[in-house]
């Protein structure tokens, strides 16, 4: 009798193993077949996965605008400029809904810009940022289309040092206000470059570059757009008829430029 109830035991517990472990392997089964969404949601000020991934929450992206004209869009006959080309190129090719906040002033200096950033509400804006983008610096450099001579160029020589020191405040500075934020800053090109007696000026557009990309290194995920090749031989084609500022055909290069350098990081795909 023992016996027969031994056996009854080891019956329903060989049966009990069974079927746990069939429920085991049908869910797995299962859990393969049909992936669930991640249910973590990212905010834009949170830990990101990949320091190099741009940040955002599940509605729209935003964006800050900051410096000069080339951000106002001076220059293109529809008033567009790279900015609002570049939300609708995120919005139309990326499906990706985006608000942008232009803070640009026309004739900035990188001390005006320096001192807005300075300012509660602008502070405010830029910390609500996924995304920030700008140009600013061409004004330091040249002093006025009216002033420039082959004479000038022989003895110009413009004012590196607080350009520098302009430049690394004004990356601390948007870094302290947003730590996550990607950065996008636009490169120097040279409008006088095929200009009779100024392409000398190149140099000095140079140097410039390569003090912006210095600043650029020493800030995390900040990253330079160049403009010197864009323009390079083609001022007659890219530049308004002021030859300083770009036209709109200037602008639409500028923002297929920095919207392919955004769209990698939103696909996640390298940045190297």
């Not at 599940?58 to 008033?79: F, M, Y």
């Amino acid at each position: 009798m023992k016996y027969n109830h031994f056996v009854r035991f080891i019956m329903f517990i060989s049966l009990l193993c069974f079927l746990l472990l069939s429920y085991g392997f049908v869910k797995g089964a299962y859990s393969v077949l049909n992936p669930q969404k991640s249910k973590l949601i990212v905010n834009n000020n949170t830990q990101k996965n990949n320091q190099n991934d741009i940040v955002h929450k599940n509605n729209k992206l935003k964006i800050v605008a900051l410096g000069d004209s080339l951000t106002r869009g001076v220059g293109d006959d529809e008033g567009t400029g790279y900015v609002g080309r570049l939300k609708t190129i995120l919005q139309k090719e990326y499906k990706q809904p985006t608000t942008i906040t232009n803070l640009a002033v026309s004739g900035a200096k990188t001390s005006n810009l320096l001192n807005d950033l300075k300012k509660k509400n602008i502070q405010e804006t830029i910390g609500s940022a996924d995304i920030i983008v700008l140009s600013i610096g061409s004004n330091d450099l040249f002093p006025g289309a009216n002033q420039l001579n082959e004479e000038f160029l022989k003895t110009y020589r413009p004012d590196e040092k607080t350009f520098k020191n302009n430049l690394q405040s004004i990356f601390k500075l948007i870094r302290q206000k947003n730590p996550t934020a990607s950065i996008y800053a636009f490169g120097y090109y040279n409008p006088f470059h095929n200009v009779q007696g100024l392409d000398a000026s190149s140099s000095f557009v140079s140097r410039w570059n390569n003090l912006l990309e210095l600043s650029v290194l020493q800030t995390n995920n900040a990253y330079v757009i160049p403009t010197f090749d864009l323009f390079f031989n083609e001022e007659k084609k890219y530049l308004y008829t002021d030859h300083f500022h770009p036209n709109k055909d200037g602008y639409i290069e500028m923002a297929n430029r920095l919207t392919s350098k955004i769209g990698s990081q939103l696909r996640g795909e390298s940045n190297e």
